[in-house]
């Protein structure tokens, strides 16, 4: 298998460890073992009596039923916990789909979205998200997409990397297009919890298509990123079946000690999603008024939900503005040609209680180059 380099992943291998300021870093502020402990403060002993073998393939049993309580229709036999988001992205492409069928992808998106099966010999389609509409994508334009090999609709709400989260009408109207089509739709809800006003927050796709195959993950809603672990969730036997099967090839199992530690974690996730997002709003009110300050360099569709939000450039080329800012002031913005969408934008993160600092240090370097990125 030919792969194409994970362009995002290879920047952050880069810059992530070596900047001195992260102002686009996709995961909330994360917390310490001692932090996550305190939740429950008889939780140490547990952690110290944790048995260090193997665990069970599909995740610890009380892992997946506390998991299984964030959905309405899915049982803790209804779950498979993975290494991470990536793993399961990754088993389900190569499981659910095979060469010459076709897919289609809402995009900009996750590389691994579309990437993974391109190298399998699939077809993919871009779904493209509108600047014009909020980041919205149109939905008549999946009529045309679909052809007779389309197997799965890939989608990711909330999105990464606008914060666009559709409306109930439209996300009734997604799954009833994958519904109509017999395809399999695969939601990336690593975000889904984190909705800026929790009236927003969307049913699980799992939980009202029974070929929709729903993402989760402690990295995005919980701020837990070091643990490495994700899950998927879906009603479809086939589904579970195959990737089942398949992560014998991978992981085989998870680490013990984070399934311990996630357990705790899935607990207490009304109270780390309160943490989350009280700090994304407290940031989202000074992206406001620093976007309304700047409007003549930037323009800025306010994101919904998630942690990130996607900003045009109106006089500057991302690749060099990012790579002139991080030289003169040590802070790392993501250029958009690192998730395959021109030149224009860059993902922004606000979900760390530090952005207000880095912001000021843009606003600084801002003030004291004028034209020195313009086109």
């Known amino acids: 298998m030919q792969i194409k380099p994970f362009k995002l992943e290879r920047y952050f291998a880069q810059h992530e460890f070596t900047a001195h300021h992260l102002l686009c870093s996709s995961d909330p ?8 402990l305190a939740f429950e403060p008889d939780s140490l002993d547990g952690l110290r009596d944790t048995w260090l073998g193997y665990t069970e393939y599909p ?6 039923r506390e998991l299984a309580a964030l959905y309405e229709n899915v049982g803790e036999q209804e779950i498979i916990v993975h290494t991470g988001a990536q793993e399961a992205i990754y088993s389900f492409m190569q499981t659910m789909l095979a060469p010459g069928d076709h897919m289609i992808v809402q995009m900009p998106g996750y590389q691994s979205h579309y990437s993974v099966a391109q190298s399998m010999g699939v077809k993919v389609s871009p779904w493209l998200a509108r600047e014009e509409a909020g980041w919205a994508p149109d939905l008549d334009e999946l009529a045309s997409l679909v052809t007779p090999a389309t197997r ?4 990711c709400a ?10 109930r009408d439209v ?11 017999r395809l399999w739709l695969f939601s990336d809800e690593v975000y889904r919890g984190l909705e800026h006003d929790p009236a927003d927050r969307l049913s699980a796709a799992c939980d009202v298509y029974e070929r929709a195959i729903s993402l989760g993950a402690l990295s995005k809603t919980h701020g837990l990123a070091g ?7 879906t009603k479809s036997s086939q589904a579970l079946e195959r990737m089942s099967t398949f992560k014998d090839y991978l992981t085989i199992s998870n680490s013990a000690p984070s399934e311990y530690l996630a357990t705790i974690a899935v607990r207490h996730t009304e109270a780390l999603l309160e943490r989350n997002t ?7 009110r000074l992206l406001d008024d620093f976007f309304a300050r700047h409007s003549d360099r930037f323009e800025w569709h306010r994101p919904r939900a998630g942690t990130i939000g996607f900003v045009r450039l109106k006089h500057a080329h991302a690749a060099r503005f990012c790579a002139e800012l991080l030289e003169g002031t040590g802070v790392l913005l993501l250029p958009s040609m690192l998730v395959d969408h021109g030149d224009a934008h860059v993902r922004l993160g606000f979900g760390r209680r530090n952005m207000p600092e880095v912001l000021a240090i843009l606003e600084a370097y801002l003030a004291a180059t004028v034209t020195s990125t313009a086109s």
């Open 171 to 181: 996300f009734d109207a997604i799954v009833g297009f994958a519904r109509k089509h």
């Open 227 to 233: 643990l490495r672990l994700g899950w998927i969730a």
């Open 158 to 167: 909330p999105h990464n990397p606008t914060g666009y989260l559709p409306s």
């Open 29 to 36: 502020e994360s917390m310490s073992v001692g932090e996550l």
């Open 152 to 155: 799965a609709l890939v989608i």
């Open 59 to 64: 995740g610890a049993p009380a892992l997946r």
């Open 278 to 284: 009280s700090i994304a709003r407290a940031n989202l």
